[in-house]
Each structure stands twice: as C-alpha cells, then as structure tokens.
C-alpha cells in the first residue's frame, strides 16, 4: 500500500494505492489519526488505485467514520471506489455508512 | 499448471500477499471469472487474518499450509494451521444494519468467507490443528 496526503482548503485528501489488508490499515490509521488530532475531521479518501481490500481495511474505514462525524464535525468521503471494492463495501452493510462520490472533485467540493 | 498445488507460508501478516497471489495463480489456471477469483481472494485473506489472529494469537506461532486443487465445477482450497481450535459458532453474527455509531464491527471476516464460498467447512484435529477446506464454482455461462 502506499498513500498521498494534501490538506485542502476545506478538508484533506488522502490518496491510497494497493492492499488495504490487515497488515497496512495499522500504518493507514495513523495516516487518519495524524489529520484528526489536528482537529480536521473532513476527509476526502481517494480509492481509484485500491486493488484490494479486507475486512480489517473495512475496520479502519469505519473506525475513522465514527470518529469525524461526532458532534457533526465532519465526515469521511470515498471517491472513485472500484467496482470490486465497493462490492466487498456492500457485503459488509457499509454502503449506507458512507458518502461515495464518483471522483474527487465532486467529494471535495461536497464540503 | 499441475494440480494439487501445495505451499507453506509462515502464519504471520506478512506472508498475506504472497498467498494471496498463490490462490489467485490457480484459480485463474482453474479459469474462474474475476468476480470469482476476487471473492476467492477475499475469502482466503480473511481465513489466514483469522488463522494469524486466533489460531496463534500468544506465544505459539506456526505455518499457514495452503493447497488448491481443481473439483468438477471448480476451485477447492484447505488451509491448514496447527494453532488453537477455531469454532466458527463462537463468532458473533455481523451486524450489517444498525446506524454507524452503534454499528459493531465483529464477525465480517466470517460472514465474508461464507457468502463469497460456495461451500465452506471447518474442522479440527486434536495433535495436526483447525483444517478450513473451502470451494468456489465456477460461475455457469450465459
């Protein structure tokens, strides 16, 4: 897995490319943590270049879900998920749980 | 490509690529479809974190064999770990439904493996470990 971060004028975006697998969320967390402590909770996650994902990676997601959007503060976006990705999003019942644009310039205007 | 095809990978995190590509090298010699090949995937990285993570959680680490073989319609595949007994009963059911603050996120691994497999069978011998023998059919045409 590899990752891009930019800090945007109204939220961050994080760039992924590769396995979200067990092994790499742990390093892609502190990717998300380093954004929140900072106190931005709008995030933009970029998934056109994800080939793989499991459920640990799903873990993640979530995880930083829940955190940005207490009190209202914010929320994580995913833009240009894969076809395969966004399948293994819906076999977990996540698709409801996040807002999913069709690519970046539409999730980062959204904020 | 002969089959069966067998390997032995270390049971740890960083073994979960080279497995992965060890699956999907045989299931497209298999010639399943990329929807299938994908689910096969899934399944068998969510089978090895739950081998990594509860089979050797504490001090005893072991292997991860893997083997694939061609069945009639498909592709089966056993994992075999010699870690702690796995009960699949002693999951918790997904919860797929509940609002995102209180959505709990246990047992996704398992509902993974038995909704992308077409059969899925787990057992274990006290002295070898758990055996997880799993198939995927090839998708019908038309």
Same mark, same amino acid.
């Given at each position: !897995?590899?990752?891009?971060?930019?800090?945007?004028?109204?939220?961050?975006?994080?760039? =992924?490319?590769?396995?979200?697998?067990?092994?790499?969320?742990q390093e892609l967390e502190k990717v998300f943590e380093a954004i929140i402590e900072e106190a931005r909770f709008k995030i933009v996650?970029? !998934?056109?270049?994800?080939?793989?994902i499991s459920s640990a990676g799903l873990r993640l997601l979530i995880n930083a879900q829940k955190t940005c959007k207490r009190l209202?503060?914010?929320?994580?976006?995913l833009a240009n998920v894969p076809k395969r990705i966004y399948s293994a999003f819906d076999l977990a019942g996540?698709?409801?749980?996040?807002?999913?644009?069709?690519?970046? =310039?539409?999730? =980062?205007?959204?904020f | 490509m002969d089959f069966p095809k067998t390997?032995?990978?270390?049971?740890?995190?960083?073994?979960?690529?080279? +497995?992965?590509?060890?699956?999907?090298?045989?299931?497209?010699a298999i010639g399943? #479809?990329?929807?299938?090949?994908?689910?096969?995937?899934?399944?068998?990285?969510?089978?090895?974190?739950?081998?990594i993570e509860h089979a050797?959680?504490?001090?005893?680490?072991?292997?991860?064999?893997?083997?694939?073989? +061609?069945?009639? #319609?498909?592709?089966? +595949?056993?994992?075999? #770990?010699?870690?702690?007994?796995? #009960?699949p009963e002693s999951v918790p059911k997904p919860d797929l439904d509940s609002p995102l603050e209180e959505r709990d996120i246990g047992g996704l691994g398992l509902h993974f493996i038995k909704n992308l497999m077409d059969e899925v069978r787990f057992e274990f011998f006290p002295g070898s470990g758990n055996v997880l023998t799993m198939v995927k059919r090839k998708t019908p045409a038309g």
């Open positions: !897995m590899e990752y891009t971060t930019k800090r945007l004028k109204h939220c961050d975006l994080i760039q =992924v490319s590769g396995r979200i697998d067990s092994q790499t969320s996650v970029d !998934m056109s270049d994800v080939e793989f209202d503060r914010g929320e994580v976006v996540f698709v409801p749980l996040f807002r999913i644009e069709k690519d970046v =310039v539409e999730a =980062v205007g959204s | 390997e032995t990978f270390p049971g740890a995190g960083s073994s979960l690529e080279a +497995i992965n590509t060890f699956v999907t090298e045989a299931a497209q399943l #479809d990329e929807d299938a090949i994908f689910g096969v995937q899934l399944a068998v990285e969510e089978a090895c974190d739950n081998i050797y959680a504490g001090a005893s680490k072991g292997d991860i064999e893997c083997s694939c073989d +061609i069945v009639t #319609d498909g592709l089966k +595949i056993v994992l075999r #770990d010699s870690g702690r007994p796995f #009960d």
